[in-house]
């Protein structure tokens, strides 16, 4: 069966230390990957999406970058992490076009 | 206006109600999702609909894709349904993007 790990499941970190989150995926290959924020009591924001290794597109153009290193593998960095980076991180997978989404349990992350 | 709307923004019932979650689109679709988020962040896939109607144990959701609405039932509710329950739409343009409603906050007590 399909199943997906994320983490850390929290993180504390300074401003300006740098931040690695991964994802990987399961039983299941070419999926399509996703990095969303939910910031506190709010909906979830789009960051990076990937169909395919070392295909990234960004939908927020602040401090965090995406990688996707192998088929099944996410990752999301920051060199410098801001105050505003703090949130709740999610990695989801879809197999292909209509088909459901799966979520990790998420990363929550506090910059202080 | 949001592309996707839910209502209501919280629901609070008691346990045994019947429980009824809306979620209207704007845009065109070729499927939309429902989502529970639990208290504790993580994010579970109920349904996925293109048309008609969906069960899933004292779940059910429907969509009138003529009238652009879904709805998400839940039956005999319990304390434990209580999450985020959160719409999100695929759109015709076969983008990998969703559009995602704000979520109805749904707190059944016992």
């Known amino acids: 069966s399909q199943t997906i790990h994320q983490w850390p499941a929290t993180l504390v970190q300074p401003v300006g230390s740098p931040l690695s989150l991964e994802c990987t995926v399961e039983?299941?290959?070419?999926?399509?990957l996703y990095w969303y924020r939910q910031a506190a009591g709010r909906g979830l924001q789009l960051l990076f999406y990937?169909?395919?290794?070392?295909?990234i597109s960004s939908e927020v153009p602040q401090n965090l970058s995406a990688s996707r290193p192998q088929d099944r593998q996410f990752i999301l960095s920051s060199k410098k992490l801001l105050l505003s980076d703090s949130g709740f991180y999610l990695c989801?997978?879809?197999?292909?076009?209509?088909?459901?989404?799966?979520f990790g349990n998420g990363t929550r992350l506090t910059v202080t | 206006k949001n592309e996707v709307e839910q209502s209501p923004q919280n629901l609070t019932a008691q346990e045994g109600e019947f429980i009824t979650i809306n979620c209207s689109y704007s845009?065109?679709?070729?499927?939309l999702h429902w989502l529970q988020q639990h208290p504790g962040g993580g994010i579970v896939s109920l349904f996925m609909?293109?048309?008609g109607k969906k069960k899933h144990g004292r779940l059910i959701a429907t969509i009138n894709i003529q009238e652009k609405h879904s709805s998400l039932h839940i039956t005999a509710s319990h304390p434990r349904d209580s999450a985020v329950y959160i719409c999100?739409?695929?759109?015709?343009?076969?983008?990998?993007?969703?559009?995602f409603g704000t979520g109805t906050r749904l707190k059944v007590l016992a």
């Open positions: 989801a997978w879809r197999s292909a076009y209509n088909s459901p989404l799966h």
């Open positions: 039983g299941t290959s070419n999926p399509n």
């Open positions: 990937s169909v395919g290794i070392g295909q």
């Open positions: 845009v065109g679709i070729s499927a």
């Open positions: 609909l293109s048309s």
């Open positions: 999100a739409v695929e759109t015709t343009s076969g983008t990998y993007k969703y559009i």
